[in-house]
């Protein structure tokens, strides 16, 4: 059996180990389930473009960070 590596086991042994550790850490964040400010709902929030974050649930859109809503 092989190493479990999540998501970042698509790029194999290519671009060093600390560089998938860094970005394993980045994409495990982006895609958590995040809590609407205005809301208070969790897991209907979703990144539409960098920093541009939307409810599904109250239909607000807010600007926060790249990876994370706030």
Not at 28 to 42: L, M, V
Not at 45 to 52: D, T
Request: charged residues 25%.
């Amino acid at each position: 059996m092989g190493k479990v590596t999540g998501i970042s086991g698509r790029f194999g042994a290519r671009y060093g180990s600390t560089l998938r550790k860094k970005w394993k850490e980045i994409m495990e964040k982006r895609y958590d389930e995040h809590q609407c400010p205005y809301c208070k709902t969790t897991g209907k929030v979703i990144r539409l473009a960098s920093g541009i974050w939307y409810c599904k649930k109250c239909n607000s859109k807010w600007a926060g960070l790249a990876y994370t809503p706030y």
